[in-house]
C-alpha cells in the first residue's frame, strides 16, 4: 500500500497522535480507573499512528490488515520531520509513565481503603471469638436472669 506520508503534524494532530497510542495500549481510558497496561501493543499502535497521521491512512477494521501496513512502518526511512516523531514518540511515552503511576496509586489508595473498612470488621470478629471461647451455660443463664432460654426462643420466633 502507498501511503502520501505529509513531512509535519499540526499541533491537533500531534495531540492526537498522542493520545490514541496511549489509549490504545491500556484497557480503561481513565487514570482513576484499575486498569491493564497493554505493552505489547505499543509499536503496532505507534506505528499505525504513523501512517494514520502522517500517511493518512484509514483503518480498514481488520486487525491483519492494519497490522501489516503499521509493521511496514519504518520511521528511520520516512520523509518526514524526524525531530518531531521522537518528540512526539517521547511525549507518548512520558504519558504512558505518568498514566501506569496514576493507576498504580489509584489502586494503591483501593487497597488502603478495603484494610481500613476490613480491619475493624476484623477485630471485632476477634474479640467475638475470644469472649464466646470463654463463655459457658452458666454465664448464658446469668445473662438472662433466669429466664427460659426455650422460652426466648419461641418468642423471638412469634415475633
Same mark, same amino acid.
Given at each position: 500500500? @502507498?501511503? @502520501?506520508?505529509? %513531512?509535519?503534524? /499540526?499541533?491537533?494532530? $500531534?495531540?492526537?497522535?498522542? @493520545?490514541? &497510542?496511549?489509549?490504545? #495500549?491500556?484497557?480503561?481510558? /481513565?487514570?482513576? =480507573?484499575? !486498569?491493564?497496561?497493554?505493552?505489547?501493543?505499543? %509499536?503496532?499502535?505507534?506505528?499505525? $499512528?504513523?501512517?494514520?497521521? +502522517?500517511?493518512? +491512512?484509514? $483503518?480498514?477494521?481488520?486487525?491483519?490488515?492494519? +497490522? $501489516? =501496513?503499521?509493521?511496514?512502518?519504518?520511521?528511520?526511512?520516512? !520523509? #518526514? *520531520?524526524?525531530?518531531?516523531?521522537?518528540?512526539?514518540?517521547? !511525549?507518548?511515552?512520558?504519558?504512558? =509513565?505518568?498514566?501506569?503511576?496514576?493507576?498504580?496509586?489509584? @489502586?494503591?489508595? =483501593? &487497597?488502603?481503603?478495603? *484494610?481500613?473498612? &476490613?480491619?475493624?470488621?476484623?477485630?471485632?470478629?476477634? /474479640?467475638?471469638? *475470644?469472649?464466646?471461647? &470463654? #463463655?459457658?451455660?452458666?454465664?448464658?443463664?446469668?445473662?438472662?436472669?433466669?429466664?427460659?432460654?426455650?422460652?426466648?426462643?419461641?418468642? +423471638?420466633? !412469634?415475633?
Amino acid at each position: 500500500m @502507498n501511503l @502520501n506520508f505529509k %513531512d509535519r503534524l /499540526t499541533l491537533k494532530e $500531534s495531540i492526537e497522535m498522542i @493520545n490514541e &497510542v496511549c489509549n490504545s #495500549v491500556f484497557l480503561a481510558k /481513565t487514570e482513576s =480507573v484499575s !486498569a491493564a497496561y497493554l505493552p505489547e501493543l505499543y %509499536d503496532f499502535s505507534f506505528r499505525l $499512528s504513523i501512517a494514520k497521521h +502522517y500517511g493518512g +491512512y484509514e $483503518s480498514s477494521g481488520d486487525a491483519e490488515q492494519d +497490522y $501489516s =501496513v503499521a509493521m511496514s512502518i519504518d520511521k528511520q526511512k520516512l !520523509a #518526514v *520531520d524526524l525531530l518531531q516523531l521522537e518528540g512526539i514518540e517521547a !511525549a507518548i511515552r512520558e504519558k504512558i =509513565v505518568f498514566r501506569k503511576d496514576a493507576i498504580h496509586k489509584a @489502586n494503591i489508595q =483501593v &487497597v488502603s481503603g478495603f *484494610d481500613a473498612l &476490613v480491619s475493624p470488621m476484623e477485630h471485632l470478629i476477634h /474479640t467475638i471469638s *475470644d469472649k464466646l471461647s &470463654v #463463655v459457658n451455660m452458666e454465664q448464658i443463664n446469668e445473662l438472662l436472669n433466669g429466664s427460659d432460654l426455650k422460652e426466648l426462643m419461641k418468642l +423471638y420466633k !412469634a415475633e
